[in-house]
Structures are given as C-alpha cells and as structure tokens.
C-alpha cells in the first residue's frame, strides 16, 4: 500500500480523511500547526490528536511550532487581508508536509484542510498545485472531503474531540468576534 503524510489540523477535521484515505494508503499523521494561538490552543488541539491516532493505530510526528516564523511572515505581508494571510498560511503549513513527506520517503501528502467547509479550498488547492509545480515529488494527494462535514462533525462530537471555535490564528479569533465589536470610535453614555 502506498505511503501518505496527511497533515492534521486538529482531530474533528482528520476524521473523515482517515477513513476515506485508508483503503487505500498507509496513513501517517503530521501535526504541524505554528498559526494556532494561543499555545493552549495548539495544545488542546493537539490532545485530541493524539487520542485519534492511538485510536485508529496510527502513526503521529508532531512537528516544530515556531508560531512567531508564521507571524513574522503574515507581518510581512503588504496587504494582510484574509486571502493573503490564509495563503500563506496554507503555503508554509504544506510547505513543510511535503519537506516531512520528502525526507521520510512517502510519494503523497495531503491536507485535512480539504475537510473543512471553513476554510478557501481554491486556495488551498492552488497552494498545493505551486509547490507541486516547484517539485513533483512527493506528490499532492486531492480529494475534496467537503461533502461529509457534518457527519465528521456529528462523529467528533460522538467521540468528544476537542472542538474548536475557530481557525486557530490570531486574527481568525478576532473575526469570530468583530460582528459585535466593542472597539471603535464610538461615545459610550451611561444609561
């Protein structure tokens, strides 16, 4: 069976991939995620990773988490908006998957971010198809898990992973929030 580095967000998104994927790879799973903050969070996370991978007898590398390497590069962005912050977050992340995938001798790597019906999955895409343009080899894995979201997460709730209530950066925090935002220049009166 051919070898795969499926890279992990968090355990409620890796569930359907494992189980689309395993009839027809060996699975490897890679938790590489400097964008989580706080690092609590990435913690949480984490945790619930590990109970998956021990659950379904998988083997688990958990990489570096060199979050202010994903700051400074958001920081360096000259227009910092959401596509351009999520692409370079989509680009380091599977950057690295393939680096992993390519000195452990695995042809394919792929991403449980094609799970998640949150996340730019054009852009996760496009990302995936320069770095294969760079270097075909190990190769991106596609296959869009989109359609099965909320069996996944009925499932992860069933087996009580951690779920999050957001991306996991910093500023995908401050949009769950900015909807009813306090801040601004707004006179405040007592009542």
Same mark, same amino acid.
């Given at each position: 069976?051919?070898?795969?580095?499926?890279?992990?967000?968090?355990?409620?998104?890796?569930?359907?991939?494992?189980?689309?994927?395993?009839?027809?790879?060996?699975?490897?799973?890679?938790?590489?995620?400097?964008?989580?903050?706080?690092? %609590?969070?990435?913690?949480?996370?984490?945790?619930?990773? %590990?109970a998956?991978?021990?659950?379904?007898?998988?083997?688990?590398?958990?990489?570096?988490?060199?979050?202010?390497?994903?700051?400074?590069?958001?920081?360096?962005?000259?227009?910092?908006?959401?596509?351009?912050?999520?692409?370079?977050?989509?680009?380091?992340?599977?950057?690295?998957?393939?680096?992993?995938?390519?000195?452990?001798?695995?042809?394919?790597?792929?991403?449980?971010l094609?799970?998640?019906?949150?996340?730019?999955?054009?852009?996760?895409?496009?990302?995936?198809q320069?770095?294969?343009? %760079?270097?075909?080899?190990?190769?991106?894995?596609?296959?869009?898990?989109?359609?099965?979201?909320?069996?996944?997460?009925?499932?992860?709730r069933?087996?009580?992973?951690?779920?999050?209530?957001?991306?996991?950066?910093?500023?995908?925090?401050?949009?769950?929030? %900015?909807?009813?935002?306090?801040?601004?220049?707004?006179?405040?009166?007592?009542?």
């Amino acid at each position: 069976m051919k070898e795969l580095l499926l890279h992990v967000c968090c355990a409620p998104c890796a569930l359907i991939p494992v189980r689309e994927l395993s009839s027809s790879f060996q699975i490897t799973l890679y938790f590489f995620n400097p964008n989580i903050h706080p690092y %609590k969070e990435a913690l949480e996370r984490l945790e619930s990773v %590990k109970a998956l991978a021990k659950e379904y007898q998988l083997p688990l590398m958990v990489g570096e988490y060199p979050y202010q390497a994903f700051l400074d590069s958001i920081l360096k962005l000259s227009d910092s908006s959401m596509p351009n912050r999520c692409h370079t977050c989509y680009q380091l992340r599977l950057n690295q998957s393939k680096q992993i995938a390519l000195e452990h001798q695995m042809p394919y790597f792929t991403s449980t971010l094609l799970y998640s019906k949150y996340q730019n999955h054009e852009g996760i895409i496009a990302s995936a198809q320069q770095l294969d343009h %760079k270097s075909p080899s190990p190769a991106f894995y596609y296959q869009d898990f989109r359609p099965f979201f909320d069996e996944g997460q009925k499932l992860a709730r069933e087996k009580n992973y951690y779920m999050q209530k957001y991306c996991g950066c910093i500023f995908s925090n401050e949009d769950r929030y %900015k909807k009813s935002s306090h801040f601004g220049n707004t006179l405040l009166r007592n009542q």
